[in-house]
């Protein structure tokens, strides 16, 4: 399997030379309103396709959910995912329960919609569906901000469950691996930072060759998704 060169990026700037995935990486970071979600789908389709890449574009509000996006190359919606968690009701006020994963010619990805990252269940239930690397975008309010929001989310769910994760935010960008396939053995391929652009290389098969993941056993496995759903 070929390797996904990902980078993060200000929105609908060019790629990093030789990248096949792309994360918009917004210093605001607040969600696309949703009077302007379709014709924002409608730019990142083009800039996808015209840069032939895979896009995953910034959070979008859709009929009271947030949500992420996965374009193809081909300029085409592979995949949305519904946040599960609500961080501000006055903006959203749905709730998703499923975790979606979609398989790419670079791995299986699941989104990870803003708070959700702090959820464990979430990258589990995605990691115990076949997730090789997991993208989060969030928002992080300035007052509410500090260091431990990082080991807590996006490096957790990356060595808890043996998966890539990128992050972006308006606080902070990173990407996170398993500590084995760190040069530093500290779970950073990209430590976190406000600078962009941010690239890295991830590798299927690297992933693969570790050695095998925690397997979610059933009880544990409808436990979570009776919370996920709010049963």
């Known amino acids: 399997m070929a390797d996904m060169v ?11 030379w030789g990248s096949n995935t ?21 730019r990142a389709c083009v800039y996808a396709k015209r840069h032939g890449v895979y896009l995953i574009p910034e959070r979008l509000s859709l009929m009271g959910y947030q949500c992420l996006a ?4 081909q300029g085409k919606v592979l995949g949305l995912q519904k946040g599960m968690f609500l961080h501000n009701r006055d903006l959203f006020t749905e709730r998703g329960d499923t975790v979606e994963v979609i398989n790419t ?7 990870c919609v803003d708070v959700d990252i702090y959820r464990p269940e979430v990258p589990r239930i995605a990691a115990s569906m076949g997730a090789q690397i997991l ?9 509410d901000f500090h260091n431990g929001k990082v080991i807590s989310g996006i490096w957790s769910a990356s060595q808890g469950n043996l998966l890539y994760a990128v ?12 500590r084995a396939l760190t040069q530093n053995g500290d779970g950073f391929l990209s ?7 941010m690239s890295a290389r991830l590798s299927a098969n690297a992933l693969s060759a570790l050695p095998e993941k ?9 436990y979570h998704r009776a919370e996920l759903t709010g049963e």
């Not at 990902?6 to 990093?16: K, M």
């Not at 792309?22 to 409608?42: D, H, L, M, R, S």
């Not at 992050?167 to 398993?178: G, H, L, R, S």
């Open 105 to 111: 010619d670079f791995g299986a990805i699941s989104l």
């Open 6 to 16: 990902i980078c993060a990026v200000e929105p609908f700037t060019s790629p990093v």
């Open 135 to 143: 993208i989060c975008s969030q928002y992080i309010a300035p007052a």
């Open 167 to 178: 992050d972006v935010c308006n606080a902070f960008n990173c990407i996170c691996a398993p």
């Open 214 to 222: 925690f397997r979610l056993n059933r009880k544990l496995y409808a």
């Open 191 to 197: 430590p976190p930072s406000a600078r962009l652009p």
């Open 70 to 73: 996965l374009i193809s190359p």
């Open 22 to 42: 792309v994360v918009f990486a917004g210093a605001a970071g607040e969600a696309i309103p949703e009077a302007q979600t379709k014709n924002y789908i409608v």
